[in-house]
């Protein structure tokens, strides 16, 4: 099968991470996908006043090289450059998107643009909890774990992202808003852009495997 080289695109709660985890389910593995969220959540619980903290606390984003740094190593250390892989949530903007480009070893050949709709987001958001150490993410009404307040694998306890107070969610909507066109617009241009449109996971994860599967089958 050829190897796929994809990112994902959409707003802050869109459900990225929850089918992309369903993804990586129903592949066994043979899908990596690297988070960026998780990436600076990591960096964070190992430093916790650094300025990365301040900046995600904030709904920011943190500096491109310094992101895109941290994208890299993860590549090399999971050694996932060889492989067919999803990045979820960077590029961010056109500066990332052209590092991206210039990085690596070959061209990006899907962009996935997960389009829900903010009303939706809004009104979920905050059933949302997260096991911090594998990026596993619940929601108290969608997808509850087992044990109240516990990860289904682990047993270990469930956080709230403190990034997810209204006024920084709002910011990390505006932010993801002024720059969603710049982007569009760079990899429209490539003929490889697909939006899937829906307002639950349980209507996105199928479009996203039919065209996943679409593309491994060619
Ligand atoms: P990041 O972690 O990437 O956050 P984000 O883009 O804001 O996206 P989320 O993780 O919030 O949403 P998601 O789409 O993964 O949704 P989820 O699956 O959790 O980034 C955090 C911060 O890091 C940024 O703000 C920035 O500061 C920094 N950063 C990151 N990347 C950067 C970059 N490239 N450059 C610079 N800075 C960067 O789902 C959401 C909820 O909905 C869950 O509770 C889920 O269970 C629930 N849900 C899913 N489906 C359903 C359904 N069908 N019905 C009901 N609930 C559902
Ligand atoms: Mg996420």
């Not at 890299?72 to 050694?79: D, L």
């Not at 997960?114 to 990026?135: A, K, M, N, T």
Request: hydrophobic fraction near 35%.
């Amino acid at each position: 099968m050829p190897p796929l080289r994809a990112i994902i695109l959409g707003p802050p709660g869109a459900g990225k991470g929850t089918i992309l985890s369903r993804l990586v389910k129903h592949y066994n593995g043979a899908i990596s996908t690297v988070s960026s969220g998780d990436l600076l959540r990591e960096e964070i619980k190992k430093n916790p006043s650094s300025s990365i903290a301040t900046t995600v606390a904030q709904g920011k984003l943190v500096p491109d090289q310094l992101m895109a740094n941290l994208i890299f190593r993860s590549f090399e250390q999971e050694k996932i450059f060889q492989r067919s892989w999803i990045l979820d949530g960077f590029p961010r903007n056109a500066s990332q998107a052209s590092i991206l480009d210039s990085t690596l070893p070959e061209s990006l050949n899907m962009v996935i643009h997960l389009d829900v709709p903010f009303r939706v987001i809004l009104e979920r958001i905050e059933g949302r909890w997260i096991h911090q150490p594998s990026g596993r993410v619940y929601n108290l009404l969608y997808n509850p774990p087992k044990v109240p307040g516990k990860d289904d694998i682990t047993g270990e306890d469930l956080i709230k992202r403190p990034d997810d107070t209204v006024e920084v969610f709002q910011k990390r909507l505006d932010t993801y808003s002024a720059l969603l066109g710049d982007l569009s617009d760079y990899y429209k241009k490539r003929g490889i852009f697909h939006t899937i449109l829906g307002e639950t996971s349980d209507v996105t994860y199928p479009k996203l495997l039919n065209l996943v599967e679409g593309f491994l089958k060619k």
